[in-house]
């Protein structure tokens, strides 16, 4: 099987080689950058399958990063774990909606980053072979991991493909926050709930095309969660 790459930017030489060590042992082949620069060049050039991106980098904000990584049509897709010593909610939140896919606050546990970076992974690479889904003119192909309104593609993160795959695999059920975490992160992979309306948002503004707007299929359930609900679409 062919080793999976992870792309490490972060300036601090001791985080690093204590990210080499523990990503080598389980497995992984290792790439470092130690600011923005670097870390764009690595990810053009090598094509890691999963970046770790340092919050604060000499030179500017990890966001510039990840803004221009999920701006660039061959990278869009990558996956991203933000390492980050910001623990304040708005700080978090700006993360996620530029485009992170977690993140993770330092001082961390090497035993759980590698849990998370494996259950990102999987969320990014599985794509279940199924049979197209098709509310009116939004068709969801599980098979590509492609999304089409009015045969026009939908740009969407692995994330928010999977959640709403899931979604429209299970219509008109209320569920709560915990059991889409359950379902679409993982059940041993710990994820604050939050999180969960970020992705939320996210997918709601990429089903806002000029084609249809597709947006209110998922359902805010006051007290409980989210439901994805055709019932009343016009």
């Not at 803004?67 to 939140?93: G, Q």
């Not at 359950?182 to 089903?207: C, M, P, S």
Request: with cysteine.
């Amino acid at each position: 099987m062919t080793e999976l790459t992870v792309l490490v930017v972060d300036d601090e030489p001791a985080i690093r080689d204590m990210l080499r060590m523990a990503l080598e042992i389980a497995g992984f082949r290792y790439i470092e950058a130690e600011n923005i620069r670097e870390g764009y060049r690595l990810v053009v050039d090598e094509r890691p399958d999963l970046v770790l991106l340092d919050w604060m980098l000499p030179g500017g904000s990890g966001l510039e990063l990840l803004h221009r990584i999920k701006r660039c049509d061959t990278s869009r897709e990558l996956p991203v774990i933000m390492l980050t010593a910001k623990t304040t909610e708005d700080n978090l939140i700006q993360g996620l909606e530029v485009g992170a896919d977690d993140y993770i606050t330092k001082p961390f546990a090497p035993r759980e980053l590698l849990a998370r970076i494996r259950a990102l992974l999987r969320r990014s690479t599985r794509g279940v072979a199924t049979a197209p889904i098709q509310v009116h003119q939004l068709v969801l192909d599980g098979e590509s991991r492609r999304v089409h309104i009015a045969e026009v593609a939908v740009e969407l993160g692995p994330t928010e493909f999977n959640l709403l795959q899931f979604f429209m695999s299970h219509p008109e059920r209320a569920y709560r926050r915990s059991q889409l975490l359950d379902q679409v992160w993982g059940a041993n992979v710990y994820v604050e709930e939050r999180t969960i309306d970020v992705h939320i948002r996210r997918l709601r503004k990429a089903l806002q095309s000029p084609q249809g707007d597709y947006s209110a299929l998922i359902q805010t359930v006051r007290g409980t969660g989210y439901r994805f609900s055709s019932r009343d679409f016009v």
